[in-house]
């Protein structure tokens, strides 16, 4: 019953290939987000999407391009995989509260996809 | 990008010993979160803070929301070693409802 959910957990590739990573959550959730983690731990918000609508798209090289199908899956597909793209790239997602209240952004996370480029 | 200044950025600890971290920034936040890390998962949500001064508990973690809007603190009593991990401080500013500004982490590790 994993709310947010990544697949593949490992991802071993070699340099300059192309690569998906997917996510789904099953929470009701309206808005979904990338992170790049790196090894020293800081955890870099790449995208976020909104009812499938890109909202926050930080400085990320073009060879990085997410896709929303529907509002519960947002999937991150790599081009010419370089060996600085190897990290801990987590999925999370979000129901902000809004309407007259403060909005209250708490993200839940997906366990992190380990990828490593040879 | 912006980021908060988050500190210790590791601990020893004896078990049994309080522990004490925080997180401090030149801007005001609307909402303050503490997660957890555990090793080879996602960042797990302990506390939420919401109002200026609020003082939130959740078993052996306590945690507040600075007066001025721009700290918050995390404190976690009697350590076990189920408590190793990494805790991320992450601040929402105002104005955005889907931004979150965090912290580089605290490392605790607890000695043998």
């Known amino acids: 019953d994993t709310a947010v959910s990544q697949t593949p957990k490992y991802l071993v590739t070699q340099m300059g290939n192309d690569k998906s990573i997917k996510c789904e959550q099953n929470?009701?959730?309206?808005?979904m987000y990338w992170y790049k983690q790196d090894s020293k731990k800081f955890l870099k918000i790449m995208f976020s999407?909104?009812?499938?609508?890109?909202?926050i798209n930080e400085t990320v090289p073009n060879r990085f391009s997410p896709k929303s199908p529907d509002k519960a899956h947002l999937n991150l597909h790599i081009n010419s995989l370089e060996l600085g793209d190897s990290a801990v790239y987590f999925c999370?997602?979000?129901?902000?509260?809004?309407?007259?209240?403060?909005?209250?952004?708490?993200?839940?996370f997906g366990a992190g996809t380990r990828l490593s480029v040879l | 990008g912006q980021q908060l200044n988050q500190s210790p950025q590791s601990m020893f600890i004896q078990e049994g010993e309080d522990v004490s971290m925080n997180c401090t920034s030149s801007?005001?936040?609307?909402?303050w979160l503490w997660y957890k890390q555990d090793p080879g998962e996602g960042p797990v949500l302990l506390i939420a803070?919401?109002?200026a001064g609020e003082l939130t508990s959740n078993g052996r973690l306590t945690a507040q929301f600075g007066i001025t809007r721009k700290d918050s603190f995390l404190n976690i009593s009697a350590s076990i070693p189920s408590d190793v991990g990494i805790y991320f401080c992450?601040?929402?500013?105002?104005?955005?409802?889907?931004?979150?500004?965090w912290g580089a982490g605290t490392k605790l590790i607890i000695k043998p």
């Open positions: 803070l919401y109002k």
């Open positions: 929470l009701g959730h309206d808005t």
């Open positions: 999370a997602s979000s129901h902000p509260v809004s309407g007259g209240r403060l909005a209250k952004n708490i993200q839940y």
């Open positions: 992450a601040g929402q500013p105002p104005g955005s409802n889907y931004q979150l500004i």
């Open positions: 999407y909104n009812n499938k609508e890109l909202i």
């Open positions: 801007s005001i936040f609307n909402t």
